[in-house]
C-alpha cells in the first residue's frame, strides 16, 4: 500500500478513504474483498537455503579447497595419518560455519513471534476476536492494557493510553498516545503520537484504533524486508585466510617445482626430487592453520564469556579486534537503564540528590551540605508527593533470588533493589526513600481515597489521600501545564500568592533543568474542603499550591567513562545511535567524553534529508544520533562501512535487528535485548554493558595478534625449509633434507608449538595502537619482511651448518648422513628458538619467555621427540639419522641461534631508529582533542 502521512489524517478523513463506519466497522465480506487485495497482515520470508547446500557452501572457501589438496598429497606419500587429520579439521570448519549460518538466518521467525496471534475488531457492530493475520486496513481494532498491537494503526479514540514502543523506536520511556492530528510533515518515528505500530505493546490505558497498514506494509515489515534484504559482511580475518591460502599454495607450487627441475638438472634421481618436492609443498602449506585459528578463536571465546561477552559467530571475535567505531545505543548501555532524581528545585534553590539507582541509599545536598529535613516543611510537602502520586513500588530481591540467579551464572552486576512499574515513578519512590519517606512509611498516615491517572491531554497526574485533618490532593506533572493550575507556591517556608515574578523564576528554573538533559516534573498540593466530595478532577487540579521541582536522568554509567576514555586511547570512536531526544543524547554524550570539540550531533529529521554521499561526508564528524529509525540506523552504518570503517553495531530492540546484522559485528543486549537482535547479532552482552565490549575488543586484537604470531611462525619456518632444499640446489650440493625429516618437521615444529602462541598472553601496549585497517594485509606492519628475512637466515644458517659437517668428508656417505642430521637438528633448533621471538613484535628480549607455559611445554615436548629420533636406535633408521657429538650440536645451537641473534639486534637498532617503541602508531589521550 502507498505510504501516506496518516497523522496528518483526521479522524472523518479516515473513515472516508477507508469507506467505514466508526460504530460499526467492515462486514466480513468486504474484509475477505480487501484481503485478496493487501494479503495476510503476516511477515513474509524469504526463500530459504537448504540446510545442505549451506553445509555444502562451507566447502567453497579457497582454504577449503587447498586443504583438500593437501589431503591428496598426503595419501600419495603414504602420510594417511596426515591425511585423516586434514579431513577432520575440513569437516569441523565445516559443521561449524554450518551451525552459526543456519542459527544467523532465524532473525525473521524471531520477529514473527512479536505479531499478536489475536485482535479484538469490530465487525458489523459487533466485537469479534479473530486471528491478527486476517486484519485488513480499514478494520477497527479495541486494545487495553497489556495487549500487543496487531498491525499499524491510526488512533481513533485514547483513555490514558500509554505503549512501549523501545523495541521499535529506541524511546526509552512509555509513550502517550492521542487520537488528534499531527500536522507536521517530517514526524519521527517515535514522535508519531497518534499512530500505533505492529509488535508495541499496550502499557496502560485503552484505545480504539483504525489498521492503516498490515503485513509488510506496517513498520515491522519494512525492519523484516531489511533483515533479509541485507548482506551479511565477510569479516577481516576470511578475507585474509582467503588471501593467505592463494599466496601459500603458488609460491609453494612455484618454489618446490623450481627444486625439482633443479635436482634432475644436477643428476638427482627424479622420482627422489619428486617425493623430495611434494614433501615441500605439503611442508608449505599449513594445514593445521584453520584448526589453529579455530582454537584459537574457541579459547578466545571462552575468556569472553567470562568477561560477560558470549559470541555466536567465531570470526566476529578476530573482527572485534579491528573495529573502528562503535555504534552505541544509550539506554541500558551506556547508561544504567534506572531513572534517577539528581535535582530538585525549590523556593528558590537548586538542590544536589545523591546515590544511583532504585536503591534507597543516598541524600539531600545544598551547598554540599546535607539538609535539615526537620527544618524543610517544603521538602517534606515534595517528597509526600513523589511517595504517594504515583504506583511503583521498588523492592529487595530476597537471598533465595540472588542465588538462583548465581547458580545459572546470569550476571549479578545491578544492585539488588528492583523496580516495580514506571520508571520515572520509581525515581521518585526512591527519592522520598532515601529521607525516610517511602510509601510503606506514610500509609499509615495517609490513605488513597482517588486516583485520576496520567492523561497524555492534561500531562497531569492526582492523587486524593485522606488523613487525620482531612483531605488532601496532591499532583505531580509536566511543570509548564502544572503551573498553569497553580495559584500559590511555597516559598521560603510559607504559602504565598505565585506572582508573574515567581512564576518566570519556575520557569528559568525548568529551563535550566531541561537543559541539562534532565526530565523535569513538577509537584503541586492543595488541601480539599470538606464539602468537595467525588469532584472532577479539573475542580481538584485548581487553585494548586506549587511546590517545587525534581529533574531525574538516566544516568551514565560510571565504568562507561573509562572504557571510552580506553577506546579513545585504542584509536576507536564511539558513536551513540538512540531513540531518545537530541538534547538528552548530547548531554550524556559530553559528559562521557563522547563528544568532542567540533563534534555534532544529527537528528533523525536532519538525516532524513541528506543523500548517501552527502551522510558519508557527514558520519566522519558526527558523534550523536537522536530520534533515528530503523532505516536510519542501517543508513548510518553503510555509510561508515563505505569510508572504510569496521563498524560494531549494539543494540536491544526489534529496530535495531538490521543495522546489527549489516554491521560488521552485531552486539545485542542480553539482558533487556529481543530475540529478534539477539538471532541477527554475533555478540551478546549478559550485563548489557559498554565496558564488556572494550573488553571483547581486547580480546579480539589478541586473538588476531596471536594468529599472526603463528602465520609468522609457521611461515617462516616453512620458508627456511623449502630455501634450505633450493639454496642446496642452486649450490650444487645432495639433499640437505630427506621428505621423511620434512614431513617430521612440519608435524612436530608446527603442531603443539604453534597452538601454544594461539593462546599467548597479550603485550601490555595492546590497546594502545590504532586499529588495522578493514582492508589491512595479513603481511602489512612488516610481517612479510619478517616472514622472509627470518626464512633466509633459517635456511642459510641451516645449510652452513650441513655444509660446514659435509666438508669433514665430502665423499663419505656416513658423514652425508650426519651432514643431514646436523642440519635436521639446526632446522629444527632454529624453529624452536623463533617460536619465543614470535610472541613479540619487536624482539625476543622484549618480552619474558618463560611467561606463556603452554609454550615453554610445547617446546621442550619437541626438543625430547628431537632427541628421540636422534638417539632412539629403532628410529634412526627410519628417519635416516645418527647420534650427534659435541662438537656438532655446539655447531647446531650455534647456527640455530643465529637468525634470532640477528633479528633482535636489527630490531632494537631499528627500533631506536625509529624513535617509536611499536611498529604501529600509538593513540595519546592528547591526540584525540575530547572535550573534559
Known amino acids: 500500500m502507498e505510504q501516506k502521512n496518516w497523522h496528518q489524517w483526521s479522524s472523518d478523513a479516515l473513515m472516508e478513504h477507508f469507506s467505514v463506519a466508526l460504530g460499526q466497522g467492515l462486514t466480513d465480506e468486504e474484509a475477505g474483498r480487501r484481503r485478496e487485495e493487501s494479503g495476510w497482515n503476516e511477515l513474509q520470508e524469504g526463500e530459504r537455503i537448504s540446510p545442505i547446500l549451506l553445509f555444502l557452501n562451507q566447502f567453497k572457501d579457497f582454504m577449503m579447497l587447498v586443504l583438500m589438496g593437501a589431503t591428496l598429497i598426503s595419501g600419495i606419500l603414504g602420510e594417511y595419518l596426515d591425511a585423516i587429520t586434514i579431513i ?35 465487525r458489523q457492530g459487533v466485537s469479534k476476536n479473530i486471528l491478527a493475520k486476517e486484519l485488513v486496513p480499514g478494520d477497527i481494532v479495541l486494545l487495553e492494557s497489556g495487549d500487543r498491537i496487531p498491525a499499524d494503526i491510526r488512533w481513533l479514540s485514547t483513555n490514558s493510553l500509554d505503549v512501549e514502543e523501545s523495541a521499535l523506536t529506541g524511546e526509552s520511556h512509555p509513550v502517550g498516545k492521542h487520537a488528534g492530528v499531527i500536522m507536521a510533515t517530517d514526524v519521527p518515528l517515535g514522535d508519531q503520537k497518534n499512530l500505533g505500530f505492529m509488535g508495541t505493546m499496550i502499557t496502560r490505558g485503552t484505545g480504539r484504533g483504525l489498521v492503516i497498514r498490515t503485513g509488510m506494509d506496517t513498520e515491522m515489515g519494512k525492519i523484516a524486508d531489511l533483515i533479509q534484504n541485507t548482506e551479511v559482511q565477510e569479516t577481516p580475518l576470511q578475507r585474509r585466510l582467503e588471501q593467505l591460502g592463494k599466496i601459500l599454495i603458488y609460491t609453494a607450487l612455484a618454489l618446490t617445482v623450481i627444486v625439482v627441475v633443479l635436482g634432475i638438472i644436477q643428476g638427482q634421481p627424479a622420482s627422489a626430487m619428486f617425493f623430495a618436492g611434494v614433501s615441500l609443498a605439503v611442508a608449505a602449506i599449513p594445514e593445521g592453520l584453520p584448526a589453529i585459528v579455530t582454537i584459537a578463536l574457541a579459547l578466545g571465546v571462552q575468556r569472553m564469556i567470562k ?80 511517595a504517594l502520586c504515583g504506583n511503583a513500588a521498588i523492592y529487595e530481591e530476597d537471598s533465595d533470588m540472588r542465588g538462583r540467579r548465581k547458580a545459572k551464572e546470569e550476571p549479578l552486576t545491578s544492585p539488588a533493589w528492583k523496580l516495580k512499574g514506571d520508571p520515572t515513578e520509581g525515581a521518585l519512590v526512591t527519592l522520598a526513600s532515601k529521607m525516610g519517606l517511602s510509601p510503606s512509611s506514610l500509609n499509615g498516615i495517609y490513605v488513597r481515597e482517588q486516583e485520576f491517572p496520567f492523561d497524555s491531554r492534561r500531562k497531569r497526574m492526582s492523587v486524593i489521600v485522606s488523613h487525620q485533618g482531612g483531605k488532601m490532593a496532591l499532583v505531580k506533572g509536566a511543570p509548564d501545564m502544572l503551573l498553569e493550575r497553580c495559584s500559590y507556591i511555597s516559598w521560603e517556608g510559607k504559602i504565598v500568592p505565585l506572582t508573574g515574578t515567581l512564576r518566570q523564576k519556575v520557569q528559568a528554573a525548568n529551563e535550566k533543568m531541561a537543559r541539562g538533559a534532565l526530565r523535569v516534573l513538577g509537584m503541586a498540593y492543595r488541601d480539599l474542603k470538606p464539602h468537595e466530595e467525588g469532584v472532577h478532577e479539573n475542580a481538584v487540579e485548581s487553585q494548586l499550591i506549587f511546590v517545587g521541582l525534581a529533574g531525574m536522568i538516566d544516568p551514565p554509567r560510571r565504568e562507561a567513562r573509562e572504557a571510552i576514555a580506553v577506546c579513545r586511547r585504542a584509536g576507536i570512536r564511539t558513536v551513540m545511535i538512540t531513540g531518545d531526544h537530541g538534547l538528552t543524547a548530547e548531554a550524556i554524550a559530553a559528559d562521557l567524553g563522547i563528544l568532542p570539540r567540533g563534534g555534532t550531533s544529527m537528528s533523525g529529521q536532519q538525516l532524513e534529508i541528506l543523500d548517501d554521499e552527502e551522510l558519508e561526508k557527514q558520519v566522519e564528524n558526527t558523534y550523536v544520533y537522536s530520534r533515528v529509525s530503523p532505516e536510519h540506523k542501517l543508513r548510518i552504518v553503510k555509510a561508515l562501512q ?85 639454496f642446496a640446489m642452486l649450490a650444487g650440493l645432495p639433499l640437505p633434507l630427506l621428505p ?76 652425508l648422513i650426519k651432514a643431514q642430521s646436523v642440519a635436521f637438528a639446526t632446522l629444527v633448533i632454529a624453529q624452536l628458538i623463533h617460536v619465543f621471538d614470535c610472541r613479540s613484535s619487536r624482539s625476543i628480549f622484549h618480552r619474558n619467555i618463560l611467561q606463556n607455559k603452554y609454550l615453554v611445554g610445547a617446546v621442550l615436548s619437541s626438543v625430547a621427540l628431537l632427541l628421540a629420533v636422534i638417539y632412539v636406535e629403532p628410529l634412526q633408521p627410519i628417519f635416516k639419522t645418527v647420534p650427534l657429538g659435541t662438537r656438532e650440536w655446539a655447531l647446531t645451537l650455534v647456527a640455530a641461534g643465529i637468525p634470532t641473534f640477528l633479528m633482535g639486534a636489527g630490531s632494537v637498532w631499528s627500533g631506536k631508529r625509529r624513535g617509536s617503541k611499536g611498529s604501529r602508531p600509538l593513540i595519546t589521550a592528547k591526540s584525540t582533542n575530547i572535550r573534559a
Not at 104 to 118: I, V
Not at 307 to 324: D, F, H, M, N, Y
Open 88 to 122: 577432520a579439521i575440513i569437516l569441523l570448519n565445516g559443521v561449524l560455519g554450518f551451525i552459526q549460518e543456519f542459527r544467523a538466518e532465524r532473525s525473521l521467525r524471531a520477529l514473527k513471534e512479536l505479531s499478536a496471534p489475536h485482535a479484538n475488531v469490530l
Open 307 to 386: 568477561r560477560k561477552a558470549i559470541v555466536r559467530k567465531l570470526p566476529s571475535v578476530e573482527t572485534l579486534g579491528c573495529a573502528s567505531i562503535i555504534c552505541s545505543d544509550k539506554t541500558g548501555t551506556l547508561t544504567q537503564n534506572k531513572m534517577t532524581v539528581t535535582k530538585l528545585w525549590l523556593e528558590g534553590r537548586m538542590l544536589e540528590v545523591t546515590g544511583e539507582g532504585y536503591e534507597p541509599v543516598g541524600n539531600i545536598l545544598h551547598q554540599k551540605a546535607p539538609v535539615d529535613l526537620r527544618k524543610e516543611q517544603g521538602l517534606r510537602r515534595l517528597l509526600q508527593v513523589s
Open 740 to 815: 621423511i625429516q620434512i614431513l617430521w618437521v612440519n608435524l612436530v615444529t608446527d603442531g603443539l608449538p604453534a597452538m601454544a602462541l594461539g593462546v599467548d598472553q597479550p603485550e601490555k601496549d595492546l590497546m594502545e595502537h590504532k586499529p588495522r585497517g578493514a582492508r589491512e594485509n595479513i603481511f602489512a606492519r612488516r610481517l612479510g619482511w619478517k616472514i622472509i628475512s627470518r626464512g633466509v637466515l633459517i635456511g642459510l644458517c641451516t645449510l652452513g651448518a650441513f655444509w660446514f659437517t659435509l666438508q669433514v668428508a665430502p665423499n663419505d656417505a656416513n658423514q
Open 642 to 726: 563505505r569510508n572504510g570503517h569496521v563498524v560494531a553495531m549494539t543494540g536491544d530492540g526489534v529496530n535495531d535487528a538490521p543495522a546489527i546484522k549489516a554491521a560488521d559485528i552485531g552486539i545485542a543486549m542480553g539482558m533487556t535485548g529481543t530475540d529478534v537482535s539477539k538471532e541477527a547479532s554475533s555478540l551478546i552482552l549478559s550485563d548489557d554493558n559498554f565496558t564488556s565490549i572494550v573488553a571483547a575488543i581486547e580480546e579480539g586484537r589478541n586473538i588476531y595478534e596471536n594468529i599472526r604470531k603463528f602465520i609468522r611462525y609457521l611461515l617462516a619456518s616453512n620458508v627456511g625449509e623449502i630455501l634450505t632444499m633450493f
